[in-house]
């Protein structure tokens, strides 16, 4: 079992990491309670229990560091994982926790680096695990991309089959509705990487070594 919240991982920047899983818990009660997962995460397994909740979404990857447990105690739970390529979320998350630490501190470039680095190894960590071939079953990977903004009807079709959501044709047509007024604004951020001192050229040179300098 890989140990949770790798490189210091938590706190409130993980929010902005572009991981997310949504479970859809549909079973008794488990043998154990998971050890592995935090606080919140055992708090909402106790909503699930008690009925109170059936579906959660957490936009952070740590929680995917207890998935063995968490599938153990509910093998036939349904999961789906939403990432985004790690060059462009790396821009991303640079240019954001950057933003962030400025209001709270003098932050120093480099240093928001070695934090967006670790998050990057602790993203990639977390979803090497449950993407394991071992829940394939449970688990529907979603690639965050273009194809979001150009097939969104199609994805989301599959994340309701896969989660057993309510899809009936009114669903449907309101769904595309919906997606057909949400997506008239969307328009595609530009990051300036100038005072980090990093290209996207570099990132990518970046991204194909840092985790094995984070890890020793």
Not at 163 to 188: C, H, M, T
Request: glycine residues 6%; proline residues 4%; charged residues 25%.
């Amino acid at each position: 079992m890989v140990p949770a919240h790798p490189g210091g991982l938590g706190g409130p920047l993980l929010h902005s990491v572009g991981v997310a899983s949504r479970a859809n818990l549909r079973g008794g009660e488990p043998e154990k309670e998971p050890s592995v997962l935090g606080d919140d995460q055992q708090y909402k397994i106790k909503q699930y229990q008690s009925g109170k909740k059936l579906r959660f979404l957490l936009k952070a990857p740590e929680h995917l560091f207890g998935f063995e447990e968490l599938h153990d105690a509910y093998p036939d739970a349904s999961f789906i994982t939403v990432s985004r390529d790690e060059k462009s979320w790396y821009e991303s998350a640079l240019v954001i926790t950057h933003l962030f630490q400025q209001m709270f501190v003098d932050t120093l470039v480099n240093d928001t680096i070695a934090f967006t680095d670790r998050l990057n190894c602790g993203q990639r960590q977390s979803l090497e695990i449950a993407h394991d071939d071992t829940y394939s079953q449970n688990v529907l990977p979603i690639k965050f991309g273009s194809y979001l903004f150009t097939q969104t009807y199609d994805v989301i079709d599959q994340i309701a089959i896969h989660a057993d959501l309510p899809w009936d044709d009114k669903k449907k047509e309101r769904a595309k509705e919906v997606i057909k007024q949400r997506l008239s604004w969307k328009g595609k951020s530009t990051y300036n990487l100038d005072q980090f001192g990093l290209t996207k050229e570099s990132i990518a040179e970046r991204l194909g070594t840092v985790c094995k300098e984070v890890a020793k």
